[in-house]
């Protein structure tokens, strides 16, 4: 059965691609930002968008969703990772990262969640890839090692000034396609996540009923 | 009723505000009362079965608003934060040696009693179970303009002391009319009031309902008026909300 869903609170790290932070270039520097960003920048997965489920709705008046295919770390006791989960990490597309993304991130139903996690151990990080595939067709493979920060590394930062509970989820991130976006998805549209060692997440983004 | 969550007789105990004391009203010990110096307060909330949302807002009173430089916002300023971050009344916050500019932040706390979807404003209130007092502090040297404000200013252990009562939404009939004040080391150093939030208890209630939903045990942090101040180790901060409570905290250097 797949219906896994995190026990504590589920973070997520913008900005951890470096394609992203690459086409960023210069205007980390601008307005408003005025400076690429120190720390790891963090968002949080709030209950709600906690989707074990087949289907993902689109409600009130969002057309169309970015594909955020990643994994998540799922935290054990005293900062052990104790298992790595595969995870889409769904958003409203959303192009300034100036405020936080609350509305852009946080509606219902926004990670699709239900494969368990895999023991660490049996993965071999260096090597992990996600692709991903909507309507059948492969519109994107992530790499885990194009990560700006790996993972023992993003642990490190977000531990300089918050613990992560047992249970708690850190992800590692998104990846942009060579545009700067993110794939997107539609109401009719089935996107599949592949990754070696994850029984393939697979879910279907809805219209919302009348 | 005044409701506290407390550690005492190596367990923890729910209980009552009653005559200046704690009345238990669970477990093995109910109907026992202790001194409010006895016990170890905890955040006044009752475990939920998911991770907890907890919403707080930014820029949510005109003068704050001014004070930092910011235009008032057209839609409210909300950013989230983990239940982890939470601590009881009368707990120690760790201060960075190595920071200039650290501030507490006088907030009332809602706290979601029923599921709500779409609520509309003129609803909102059957929806709050009660209020708290939440002290939501931050540290500015740690400000970067990428999902502003950013998690390490926001979401640091020990950092959101909330307390020491829950109390009932029956028994606090207008919220929106509250005065708030913060001393420091017994110096009063921010005052005001609800009535100056640009977006009030109830229009909160429907923005974020009308895109997420909010379960029972959610928080939301309504925002902080002016006069912000800077505290140091050994400080003690108290922020107050009448009829609320006074949530006393202590800062430490870490």
């Not at chain 1, 005293?78 to 889409?88: A, D, F, I, M, P």
């Not at chain 1, 959303?94 to 368990?116: A, E, N, Q, T, W």
């Not at chain 2, 390490?152 to 028994?171: F, M, Y």
Request: proline share 7%; aromatic share 8%; with cysteine.
């Amino acid at each position: 059965m797949n219906h896994w869903q995190p026990q504590g609170t589920v973070y997520g790290t913008l900005l951890n691609f470096r394609r992203e932070w690459d086409l960023w270039g210069s205007r980390m520097t601008q307005d408003p930002h005025k400076a690429a960003p120190q720390a790891p920048v963090l968002y949080v997965k709030s209950a709600n968008t906690f989707n074990p489920g087949k289907v993902l709705v689109l409600q009130d008046g969002v057309k169309e969703v970015d594909i955020g295919a990643s994994w998540g770390l799922v935290m054990g006791e005293q900062g052990h990772v104790e298992g790595v989960v595969l995870l889409n990490d769904w958003s409203v597309p959303h192009s300034s990262y100036f405020r936080p993304p609350v509305k852009f991130r946080c509606r219902d139903g926004y990670l699709g969640c239900g494969v368990p996690p895999v023991p660490l151990s049996a993965l071999d990080l260096a090597s992990l890839s996600i692709t991903v595939q909507v309507n059948g067709q492969r519109v994107q493979t992530v790499h885990l090692s194009d990560v700006v920060r790996p993972m023992d590394r993003l642990l490190a930062d977000v531990a300089e000034f918050m613990t992560l509970q047992a249970g708690d989820v850190l992800m590692l991130g998104t990846d942009v396609l060579e545009t700067g976006q993110r794939p997107r998805a539609r109401a009719g549209d089935t996107v599949c996540l592949m990754a070696p060692g994850f029984t393939p997440w697979v879910q279907t983004v809805q219209a919302e009923a009348a | 009723m005044k409701h506290a969550r407390i550690a005492w007789s190596g367990a923890i105990q729910q209980a009552l505000e009653s005559d200046g004391q704690l009345l238990i009203t669970q477990g093995p010990h109910r109907g026992h009362r202790v001194a409010f110096d006895e016990v170890v307060w905890l955040p006044p909330l009752a475990p939920v079965p998911q991770a907890r949302t907890v919403i707080a807002l930014g820029l949510n009173y005109a003068d704050h608003a001014k004070e930092l430089a910011f235009k008032a916002p057209e839609e409210p300023l909300a950013f989230m934060k983990g239940e982890a971050s939470l601590i009881g009344h009368m707990a120690f916050t760790k201060r960075p040696a190595d920071v200039k500019y650290m501030h507490y932040e006088c907030e009332l706390a809602v706290v979601i009693g029923r599921t709500a979807r779409r609520v509309k404003k003129a609803d909102a209130y059957d929806f709050i179970a009660g209020y708290t007092v939440a002290n939501d502090y931050a540290i500015r040297d740690y400000l970067e303009n990428w999902y502003r404000p950013n998690l390490r200013v926001k979401n640091r252990d020990t950092c959101t002391p909330i307390g020491p009562w829950l109390v009932d939404a029956a028994d606090v009939p207008n919220p929106m009319a509250l005065k708030l004040q913060t001393t420091v080391n017994g110096q009063v150093t921010q005052s005001g009031s609800t009535a100056d939030m640009i977006f009030d208890v109830p229009t909160l209630i429907e923005y974020f309902s009308s895109f997420m939903t909010l379960n029972p045990g959610d928080l939301i942090l309504t925002g902080t008026p002016d006069g912000i101040v800077n505290v140091n180790p050994g400080d003690v901060v108290v922020t107050e909300i009448e009829g609320i409570g006074a949530l006393t905290n202590t800062l430490v250097s870490s």
